[in-house]
């Protein structure tokens, strides 16, 4: 039988969802446990990452695990022409479970049907970003004690942004309504406007990033344009720095908004803003460390109590 994997957020059910925030709520009050004694977690790094491997690795640390892996696909065999395969039965060979994220959508799935042991995407092109996700609505809940009946406004690249598509569907377990926030050229592609319709959730598409928009929410995730998606690079000079938000665009939100961010940043939130207490992309991504505890205690069945 294959380990069970975390390769897309709908490999959870909502019951799975609130288990996870629930474990992870344990291990934001006491992170450092004895739990993964013993065990050897990879880390497969084929882009550049800062959070998602740093958290990754902290997380393991806290609980004893030992870690192996790459952060540069120049110091491993890929560059030899190593292919995925033969990569994962390798690594496989060394460790408990496989933490991989790669340019190609569809990687993790792939890497997820030749592993034996447990993979979890940490985000295959712009497909999925699951951990992230997981993460995002551990804060959502955190900061709107409810994750029921929320306005989400996610504002910027909704077309190649894969922590924004897994979030949509992460967040379709408990009535959301989105504002997209996109000019034309990285609007939300149709696939997450049928899901939507098919799942009976409310959105509404804006060009600007309007009053209304942000008024209206009780969590605006922000998001980065992302250059290293773009094929034509005119397209991205015309794009990149299409809405800031500032801390005075703030000042008629409603008290309990958090604005959130995957990060990093380049110019989509004015520093102005990490004052505002409704500012939460730090402790966001704080919050990576106990998620991630807890997903991966989830995935290797080990009883955090
Ligand atoms: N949010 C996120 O995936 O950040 P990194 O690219 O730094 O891992």
Redesign the pocket.
């Given at each position: 039988m294959k380990p069970k994997s975390l390769v897309n957020i709908d490999d959870y059910s909502r019951d799975d969802i609130l288990r996870i925030i629930e474990t992870a709520s344990k291990f934001k009050k006491h992170p450092d446990r004895s739990l993964l004694k013993g065990l050897v977690c990879g880390t497969l790094f084929f882009?550049?990452?800062?959070?998602?491997?740093l958290s990754f690795e902290t997380a393991i640390n806290r609980l004893e695990g030992r870690i192996i892996g790459f952060s540069d696909t120049a110091t491993s065999s890929a560059t030899k022409g190593e292919s995925l395969k033969d990569t994962i039965m390798m690594v496989s060979n060394y460790t408990d479970i496989i933490i991989m994220?790669h340019h190609l959508e569809g990687s993790a799935r792939y890497a997820s049907e030749v592993s034996p042991v447990p993979i979890i995407n940490?985000?295959d092109g712009s497909n999925q970003?699951p951990t992230?996700t997981m993460l995002d609505i551990f804060s959502i809940h955190e900061t709107q004690q409810t994750l029921e009946n929320l306005t989400i406004t996610i504002v910027g690249d909704l077309k190649y942004g894969r922590?924004v598509h897994s979030l949509i569907e992460g967040l379709s377990h408990f009535n959301p309504t989105f504002n997209f926030v996109a000019p034309e050229e990285m609007k939300i592609p149709d696939k997450h406007k049928l899901y939507c319709d098919k799942k009976s959730i409310k959105y509404q598409e804006f060009a600007d990033f309007s009053p209304e928009s942000i008024n209206s929410a009780d969590i605006l995730y922000m998001t980065r344009v992302q250059k290293e998606r773009f094929t034509d690079l005119m397209e991205y000079e015309k794009v990149k720095n299409v809405y800031t938000l500032r801390n005075e665009m703030l000042k008629d939100s409603k008290p309990n908004l958090k604005v959130l961010h995957?990060?990093?940043r380049v110019k989509e939130i004015d520093q102005d803003v990490d004052n505002n207490p409704k500012a939460y992309y730090f402790e966001q991504?704080r919050n990576g460390i106990y998620t991630r505890q807890a997903v991966i205690c989830d995935l290797l069945n080990i009883d955090v109590d």
């Open positions: 882009e550049p990452s800062t959070r998602t491997r994220r940490a985000g970003h992230q922590a995957p990060l990093p991504a």
